[in-house]
């Protein structure tokens, strides 16, 4: 099971302006081949997938926690994609008026045909992600090893993505998000070296570029999160801690396991753009509570009725 927080794993500034070919970039980020959802659905099913994992707990626990963290991932590269595209095209109500007269010149047109514009599981060229992406072979080693390539390639993208867009909602994204895929590239190498003796962590960093390159890495790596690893659980995934052990490779400084999530930020909260009817069209009834608590009770009867009717007392 997971348990939800509803916190965004950093805070993302607001954006200097609005900025549909940066989204689109990004989007590489979220549903290309080493997106985000693609090291969440790796390590989330090799996990599911883990056959005799009380002989290789530690393994297990490393695996499937890191899991845990990449859902945060995706929230962050999609709430940066839904910024970035907040305000791309004329705010109002009239169709006849074209409002949506510069998408046309967009990059990726399912932000604003398919979606209110908003993040889609697709990559930077509108190729839905797949399930191909996902590599699960049952041999521990080779998983890891594919996680530890898989890792690297996200660092690669990443950087790339940060060359192409100057943007400070992209850029704090990314910078926090090197330092974090850092941390799981550490994590993969030490449980190779774990695993075999070899000293993977010399092959770093891959590209050849340290993270202290990007500005925007520096604040996380000043306050050690380069080199913890959060236990994403109340009671569980208590041995990653015999991987995450010993100096980090690049400064020598201890790697440490901190039991429970980072504190995080609030998620923004975005504004409507009627134009796209999103949320609702501009016919539409406006939503009421009290509403809702009415046709509640016509479904479902008087006690039913009575308790959502609390519920809205309560939160105005
Ligand atoms: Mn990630
Ligand atoms: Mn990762």
Partial sequence: MILRLDRLMTALPVPAGPDANAAAAV???????????????NYTIQSFNFRG????????????????EE???????????NMLLSGTTTRGTDPAETPLEDAVDARNSYHFIASGQQALPMDSQGNFWTGQNVFSSGNLKLDLLHNFFLECGARANKIRVYEMTSDPTARAMVGFLLVRGGVHIVAYARALEKLSGVPVGKLLPIPEIVNKKFPETRPHEARGEHRILYRFSPDDYKRISEIWNGPHPEDNEPLIVHDGPPEGAPVPDLDEEPQLTAPSGPDAETYSPDMLADYAGKIFGAEVKAQATRAVKASK
């Fill in 71 to 81: 859902y945060a991932h995706i929230e962050l590269v999609s709430y940066t994609i």
């Fill in 27 to 41: 989007q590489e980020l979220m549903g290309g081949k080493f997106g985000e959802m693609s090291t969440l659905m």
């Fill in 53 to 68: 994992r009380e002989k290789m707990r530690p393994f297990y626990d490393l695996i499937a926690n890191i899991a845990a």
